[in-house]
């Protein structure tokens, strides 16, 4: 068996939000969109339109500012709104076949073959029980013994 605790802070969901988000499908066509927009925009002004390309090259900055305060707002909403996460301690108890979840708010038992997806980041790991719910398991929390066994996991 193998322990973890984590603390649910803005900054630790703030992490696992962009995480999810930067690994989905979705985002892949946002980026292919947004690479297409700077290009023609390039294009247009490397070909004499520099009114057209450069209104093209504004858009596509406030498109990605939009989008950036647009997620960041909602983490933030997310967080304040969710009494039950918010700043709560959750300790993990990982066995061979499932993990146990332990927190102020209730307990879970979970299969690793029910699991989403285990996603790994530099500095965490999100056990995802869907697309977009997702325990955090700190790195730093973590023994080498349980980041080894969770990349056998994944």
Known sequence: MFEAETVYTLEECRKAAWAVWLHSKKTMAFFI??????????????????DTGSKILLLTGIYILMLFVLIERQIRYGFKTNRIIRNSKVHFDFYDEYFDVISESGNSHIEYNQLYRLMETKENFYPMISCNNMFIVRKADCSR???DFLHKIA
Do not use: A, N, R
Request: charged fraction near 5%; hydrophobic fraction near 60%; proline fraction near 0%.
């Open 33 to 50: 969109c947004l690479v297409f927009m700077l290009v023609v925009g390039i294009l247009s002004i490397s070909f004499g339109s520099y």
């Open 145 to 147: 013994e349980l980041i």
